[in-house]
Every structure is written in C-alpha cells, then in structure tokens.
C-alpha cells in the first residue's frame, strides 16, 4: 500500500489537479474553473468562480439522494434529561424555516449572526439557516462571560443575535439572557434582533428587540438556498492571539466543504450511513468541522452530546454514547480521557458497554500525554490517534489517516502531514531543521482548502501573524520536530497562547485584564502544568507603590475580574502577590523561567537576569502557596 505517499506528492506537486479532483465530492451549482487563486498578499483561494451552498450540499442534496429519513443527528442531553433524532429531511426543514425567519428580519447574503446557544439541535440549525441564505454565522462558546461576548458582536457587527435562554452545567444552570444584555450594553454595534430559543430551565426575560424563536419559525417561510462564490466567507470564528483582542479567523464554504468531506473519508475513516460522535462544543473548531459539517457532508449521522464525560452522571457517558447510537469513530480532547482515568482508574464503567461498533478513536486540541494514551491504547482494542491542527487551518494537519492508508502509530507524535499540507520545521535562522532538531513548525504556501482565508477586518494582522515571520510559510505558532521517518512531535506554543482543558487561551489578554485593575503596577501571567487539564494560568502581581489594602482581598478581586471579564472557562484560580519579578536587565519578564520553577523543573539563571534574589523570592513564594510542583524546582 502506497497511497498515502501518492496522494501526498500529488497534493504537494500539483495541487490544483489534486484539488479538482477532490471537489467532485461536494455538489456544486456552477463547478469551479479556477481551482486555485491568489489574493493581493498571495494567500490561497480556492474554488473562487465555483457556485456552491454547503447547507445544500449537507442537508438538501443528500434528501434528495435518498437518505431524508437516516439520521441525519442524534442529540442527547444527560443534563436537561432529554434526547432526540432529527432525520435529514427534519433538520432540512427547520432549518430552512429558521433561515425564512432570519431572512424575515433582514437577514442577507454576506450580513452577519452571531450565536451564542449550547448543545442543542437549535445552534446546529442556527448555523445551517446562515449558511442557506449565505449568511456568515459567528458561534461564541458559552463559557464565555460578557464582556468577550460583546468584543466579539463589536467585531462581527451582526444584523441578529441568536441564544438559547440558558446553558445547563453539571451543578448549575447558566442564564444566557443576562449575559447577552450585558454584552450589548457594552458593544457599540447594537443588532436589529436577538432570537431567543426558550428553554423551560431558565426562561428569558424579553426585550423590545427580542424575538421568540417557536412564534417566528411558526409563521416563517421554507427558505431556499442562496448559491455564493466558493470563496466567500460561511464564518467568522473568534480564537485567542497573543493580544487582548481575539481574532476573527474567517473561513470559505467551497473550499471548507471539500477539505472537509475530504478528511471525513481518509482521516475519520467514515463510510456514509456511519455514526460520528465528536464530544467538543459547537463553540469551537472542532465543533464546527467535525459536529456540524463534516458528518453530514459525507452522509453520516452526528452525535451532539450536551453533558461532560464525567459528572454527567458518571465517567461511562461516552461509552454509554458509543454503544447507543453505534458509533464507529469518537473524537474529544485527551483531557476529557484524563478526567475519565481520574474518575474511573481502571475503566470498570466501561464493562458495562458493548462498544464493539468503534473502529477509531481520534484525540486534538491539546497534546496526548503519554499516560493517557497508554491507558486508553491498553483499554481499547482500537486505534488511537492523536492528530494536529488548529483554529485557523479548520482539519488536521498532522495525522495518521486509516481511511487513506494504515500507519503504524508512534506515542507523543500525531504522525505524518495530511495530503495538501507541506509541513516543515525551521530553525531560528529560517533554515530547515534537520530530523530530531526543534524549530518552527511551518506550513509552506499555499495552504490547502478549508484553511483560513484571513482575519475578519484586519488583513495586516492576518499577515502580521501568521505570513509575515518566515516569507512563502505560514507560522502554526508551535514548536516541535521531525523524526527519522518523518513523524512530526508537537512540542508546544511557542507564543502567549495556553490550553487549558484543550481550550486555547491567551495569557497576554489575561495579563491585559489583570493589569486593568487600579491597584496592579505589573503582572505576568503564565501556563502552568495541571494534571487534569494539561495547563492552567497563574497570575504573579506587583501592586502599586501606594497600594494599602489586603493582599487576599486584592487577589480575590483579580480572580473575579478574570472571572468576569474572560469567563469561568479561563479556569484562572490563583494569583500571587509579589515585591519583584524576575526580569532582563533590558526589563523582559523571564516567563519561562517562571514555567519551570512552578512546574518544578530545574531552571537556569540567565546570564542576563537583572536581579537573581527576585527569583528567590518568587520560588519562595509558590513554595509556600503550593503553586503547581514549585517545592521540587531547584536553580542550577
Ligand atoms: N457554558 C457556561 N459555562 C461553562 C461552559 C459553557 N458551555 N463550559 C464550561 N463552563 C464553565 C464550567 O461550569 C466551569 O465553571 P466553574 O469554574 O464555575 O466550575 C468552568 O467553565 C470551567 O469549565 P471546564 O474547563 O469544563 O472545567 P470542569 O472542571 O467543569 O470540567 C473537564 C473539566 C475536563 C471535564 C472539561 O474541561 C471537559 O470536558 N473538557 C473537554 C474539552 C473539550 O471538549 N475541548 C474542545 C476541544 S476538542
Ligand atoms: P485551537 O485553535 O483551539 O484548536 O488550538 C490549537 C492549538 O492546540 C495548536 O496550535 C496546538 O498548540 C494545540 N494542539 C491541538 N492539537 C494538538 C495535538 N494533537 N498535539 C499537540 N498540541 C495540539
């Protein structure tokens, strides 16, 4: 078998044949005849004068093609006690009414919603009835408080918000309402409509400009699909920069559906009439590809769980999943593994399932460690596979990919680059680096379809960020190598960014809201490891000269602030007072001195540093909090 090594050379060498062809399996109105473009800064585009709509191509089409009874999602809700099957004619026609209620309200081709809904058929339909009518949808995770909510809606200015009236969590109910009104007290973009989905938990209060979703869909029209040009924008999806301001990574349908329907064959593997179930938040990008796209592009069903993988009741609600909807391929974060194995060590939950239907399990978001992948690879007597990628590319990267062609699998590396990516590692000097030696991890121009197409309103940043490091390559913002074999190891950010229960977050906005505070002179805020969630932020302070207050008071406050301010999925639950940081002599805070020290590895003291005792002083610090492993952290 050589097909993984064929379809690799083709995509590199000749793109635009490989791509062609590879567009043959989404239906198109008016087929692309330029395959692949550039824009003024020489980004890639794709199928530019092709004429498509993927709400068509995932839903419509496949009525048409005779699967309008399958499944088209399963949704079960151990928190609101609830589940349901949508069949693809069922999810056609809500969405298509809810796309006649949004067009009711002025909704158009190219305008802007932004979302702000949980686990529930209604945000998957949401989604859906913008891109029928060629609208860009802005999903915003529920976990994040007002104040991101509405830098966000400032950005996107959308026509309509949407919401559900709450978010259930394990021990709580999460009043969206609130949190909507806040953020529009706060954004100087106001939305002519908010539609809210009204759930019998927490009903919403109404306002002038707010709309009951079951009274508009009741009296809206089917609305048809709205074909637009391949590369146009299907959404605007914030992610954490090294800034306060989140970016807008902005993304086509064209080309997002062929990379899409592309990877659900040769990467999940996934025949059509087959179940995917990926445990994720539509809020994210793996939501986004492999909960709402994806699946239904390539004909599958798609399991959209609302619950945790523990708690929700228990550590076996996965595998409880798997066994009732016959799920062949399961894709979540390794953190959520971790907080199984932490429940549930020796997996006896899972006795009580037949799991037989699973061929795969794919992990992202975060890096696999190494036990968790032993625990699961020992339990399972499936493949395991850890794959690469992130916000700003849509699908994998790095990956092993069974549906195209076995690979053995190497622990700690997500294997080889996906046809189409030409991944390679530079060093410092913008040299390749060779096999086993750490650099840059880089993808070569230009990237394939589905990849992002630029930052919502900001072209400069787009290039400031990601084009503008090493010329002809865009910087994935992580570090790693290559082995012998080719094999790529993912070695971490090497910027501000941290993940944080496989959700990516950046220390630099932290920094920006802890700084915010009146009492604050400096602060660093750094990744420090956690063993359930793989990294959580800390906040190391100085106070201003004349601050007089309460240390304890002054750290609860900045807790909240964050709390407030980011939201509770921040997770940022400590913070130290301290007289000094360590710093150059040039006034660089030395952060990944402080990472070592917390995380209690040994750490060198530059020679550059300004005044060693700072240090001293810090550790002593940490020790005496408990922060991370600092006690077993020595100097050399
Ligand atoms: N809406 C509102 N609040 C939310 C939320 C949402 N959608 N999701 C999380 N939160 C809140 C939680 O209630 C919690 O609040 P608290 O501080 O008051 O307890 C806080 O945000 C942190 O949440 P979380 O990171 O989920 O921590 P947890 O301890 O509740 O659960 C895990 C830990 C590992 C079980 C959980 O993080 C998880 O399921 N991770 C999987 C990650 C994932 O799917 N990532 C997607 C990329 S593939
Ligand atoms: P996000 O954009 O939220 O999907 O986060 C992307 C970042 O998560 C990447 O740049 C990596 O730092 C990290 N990441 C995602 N998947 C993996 C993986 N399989 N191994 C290591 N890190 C990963």
């Given at each position: 078998m050589n097909r993984y090594p064929v379809a690799y050379r083709q995509a590199t060498e000749e793109p635009e044949a490989f791509w062609a062809e590879q567009a043959l399996r989404v239906p198109w109105y008016t087929p692309p005849t330029q395959i692949l473009t550039y824009d003024d800064q020489q980004h890639a585009r794709w199928f530019e004068d092709g004429e498509f709509n993927i709400c068509y191509a995932a839903l419509d089409h496949h009525v048409a093609q005779g699967r309008a009874e399958q499944p088209a999602i399963y949704w079960d809700s151990p928190v609101a006690q609830a589940k349901c099957t949508l069949s693809y004619r069922e999810l056609r026609d809500q969405v298509a009414h809810f796309a006649g209620a949004l067009a009711g309200l002025g909704v158009e081709k190219g305008d802007r919603v932004v979302i702000y809904m949980p686990m529930i058929p209604e945000a998957l339909v949401a989604?859906?009835?913008?891109?029928?009518?060629?609208?860009?949808?802005?999903?915003?995770?529920?976990?994040?408080?007002?104040?991101?909510?509405?830098?966000?809606?400032?950005?996107?200015?959308?026509?309509?918000v949407v919401a559900a009236s709450c978010g259930i969590e394990v021990d709580k109910i999460v009043p969206y309402k609130p949190i909507i009104d806040q953020a529009l007290v706060q954004s100087r973009h106001q939305p002519d409509a908010c539609i809210i989905f009204q759930r019998e938990f927490q009903r919403a209060t109404m306002g002038v400009r707010d709309h009951d979703w079951n009274e508009l869909v009741a009296k809206a029209p089917f609305a048809e699909c709205v074909p637009v040009k391949g590369s146009d924008p299907l959404y605007i999806l914030y992610t954490s920069g090294?800034?306060?301001?989140?970016?807008?990574?902005?993304?086509?349908?064209?080309?997002?559906a062929?990379?899409?329907?592309?990877?659900?064959?040769?990467?999940?593997?996934?025949?059509?009439?087959?179940?995917?179930?990926?445990a994720s938040d539509v809020g994210w990008v793996v939501g986004h590809s492999y909960i709402v796209y994806g699946p239904l592009l390539r004909g599958c069903t798609s399991v959209v769980y609302e619950g945790k993988p523990v708690n929700t009741p228990d550590a076996g609600s996965f595998w409880r999943l798997i066994e009732a909807y016959r799920v062949t391929s399961f894709f979540t974060a390794p953190t959520a593994f971790r907080a199984i194995k932490k429940a549930d060590p020796d997996a006896k939950l899972l006795e009580q399932y037949d799991i037989s239907s699973l061929k795969h399990l794919y992990v992202a978001g975060e890096?696999?460690?190494?036990?968790?992948?032993?625990?699961?690879?020992?339990?399972?007597?499936?493949?395991?596979?850890?794959?690469?990628?992130?916000?700003?590319?849509?699908?994998?990267?790095?990956?092993?990919?069974?549906?195209?062609?076995?690979?053995p699998i190497k622990p700690g590396s997500a294997s080889l680059p996906v046809p189409g990516f030409n991944v390679q590692v530079l060093n410092r000097e913008g040299e390749p680096a060779a096999p086993m030696e750490q650099g840059s991890v880089v993808i070569k121009q230009p990237l394939p379809p589905g990849c992002l197409i630029g930052i919502w309103r900001d072209p400069q940043r787009f290039h400031g960020a990601y084009m503008a490091a090493f010329p002809g390559y865009y910087l994935t913002g992580d570090g790693g190598y290559f082995d012998q074999a080719g094999y790529l190891f993912i070695m971490g950010r090497t910027d501000d960014v941290i993940n944080v229960a496989g959700h990516r977050l950046s220390t630099g906005e932290m920094e920006e809201v802890v700084g915010g505070h009146p009492a604050v002179a400096e602060c660093a805020v750094i990744g420090i490891h956690d063993a359930l969630k793989g990294q959580v932020p800390i906040g190391l302070v100085i106070p201003k000269d004349d601050f007089s207050g309460d240390e304890l008071a002054l750290e609860n406050e900045l807790l909240a602030r964050v709390r407030d301010t980011i939201g509770p999925i921040a997770c940022f639950k400590q913070v130290l007072v301290v007289n000094r940081l360590p710093k150059t002599r040039s006034g660089k805070i030395l952060r990944k001195l402080l990472r070592n020290m917390a995380d209690g590895k040994t750490f060198g003291i530059p020679s550059t540093?300004?005044?060693?005792?700072?240090?001293?002083?810090?550790?002593?610090l940490m020790c005496e909090r408990d922060v991370g492993a600092a006690d077993k952290s020595a100097s050399i």
């Amino acid at each position: 078998m050589n097909r993984y090594p064929v379809a690799y050379r083709q995509a590199t060498e000749e793109p635009e044949a490989f791509w062609a062809e590879q567009a043959l399996r989404v239906p198109w109105y008016t087929p692309p005849t330029q395959i692949l473009t550039y824009d003024d800064q020489q980004h890639a585009r794709w199928f530019e004068d092709g004429e498509f709509n993927i709400c068509y191509a995932a839903l419509d089409h496949h009525v048409a093609q005779g699967r309008a009874e399958q499944p088209a999602i399963y949704w079960d809700s151990p928190v609101a006690q609830a589940k349901c099957t949508l069949s693809y004619r069922e999810l056609r026609d809500q969405v298509a009414h809810f796309a006649g209620a949004l067009a009711g309200l002025g909704v158009e081709k190219g305008d802007r919603v932004v979302i702000y809904m949980p686990m529930i058929p209604e945000a998957l339909v949401a989604m859906y009835a913008c891109a029928r009518l060629g609208a860009v949808h802005s999903v915003v995770f529920g976990g994040f408080a007002a104040h991101e909510l509405a830098t966000r809606i400032e950005d996107a200015a959308p026509k309509v918000v949407v919401a559900a009236s709450c978010g259930i969590e394990v021990d709580k109910i999460v009043p969206y309402k609130p949190i909507i009104d806040q953020a529009l007290v706060q954004s100087r973009h106001q939305p002519d409509a908010c539609i809210i989905f009204q759930r019998e938990f927490q009903r919403a209060t109404m306002g002038v400009r707010d709309h009951d979703w079951n009274e508009l869909v009741a009296k809206a029209p089917f609305a048809e699909c709205v074909p637009v040009k391949g590369s146009d924008p299907l959404y605007i999806l914030y992610t954490s920069g090294t800034t306060g301001k989140p970016k807008g990574v902005m993304r086509d349908s064209a080309g997002y559906a062929v990379a899409l329907a592309y990877s659900m064959q040769t990467i999940y593997a996934m025949n059509p009439g087959e179940v995917m179930f990926t445990a994720s938040d539509v809020g994210w990008v793996v939501g986004h590809s492999y909960i709402v796209y994806g699946p239904l592009l390539r004909g599958c069903t798609s399991v959209v769980y609302e619950g945790k993988p523990v708690n929700t009741p228990d550590a076996g609600s996965f595998w409880r999943l798997i066994e009732a909807y016959r799920v062949t391929s399961f894709f979540t974060a390794p953190t959520a593994f971790r907080a199984i194995k932490k429940a549930d060590p020796d997996a006896k939950l899972l006795e009580q399932y037949d799991i037989s239907s699973l061929k795969h399990l794919y992990v992202a978001g975060e890096r696999l460690d190494a036990p968790t992948f032993h625990w699961l690879d020992d339990l399972l007597d499936v493949p395991v596979i850890d794959h690469w990628w992130q916000t700003e590319t849509g699908w994998p990267i790095v990956a092993n990919q069974p549906g195209l062609e076995e690979m053995p699998i190497k622990p700690g590396s997500a294997s080889l680059p996906v046809p189409g990516f030409n991944v390679q590692v530079l060093n410092r000097e913008g040299e390749p680096a060779a096999p086993m030696e750490q650099g840059s991890v880089v993808i070569k121009q230009p990237l394939p379809p589905g990849c992002l197409i630029g930052i919502w309103r900001d072209p400069q940043r787009f290039h400031g960020a990601y084009m503008a490091a090493f010329p002809g390559y865009y910087l994935t913002g992580d570090g790693g190598y290559f082995d012998q074999a080719g094999y790529l190891f993912i070695m971490g950010r090497t910027d501000d960014v941290i993940n944080v229960a496989g959700h990516r977050l950046s220390t630099g906005e932290m920094e920006e809201v802890v700084g915010g505070h009146p009492a604050v002179a400096e602060c660093a805020v750094i990744g420090i490891h956690d063993a359930l969630k793989g990294q959580v932020p800390i906040g190391l302070v100085i106070p201003k000269d004349d601050f007089s207050g309460d240390e304890l008071a002054l750290e609860n406050e900045l807790l909240a602030r964050v709390r407030d301010t980011i939201g509770p999925i921040a997770c940022f639950k400590q913070v130290l007072v301290v007289n000094r940081l360590p710093k150059t002599r040039s006034g660089k805070i030395l952060r990944k001195l402080l990472r070592n020290m917390a995380d209690g590895k040994t750490f060198g003291i530059p020679s550059t540093i300004d005044d060693p005792t700072s240090l001293d002083e810090v550790h002593a610090l940490m020790c005496e909090r408990d922060v991370g492993a600092a006690d077993k952290s020595a100097s050399i």
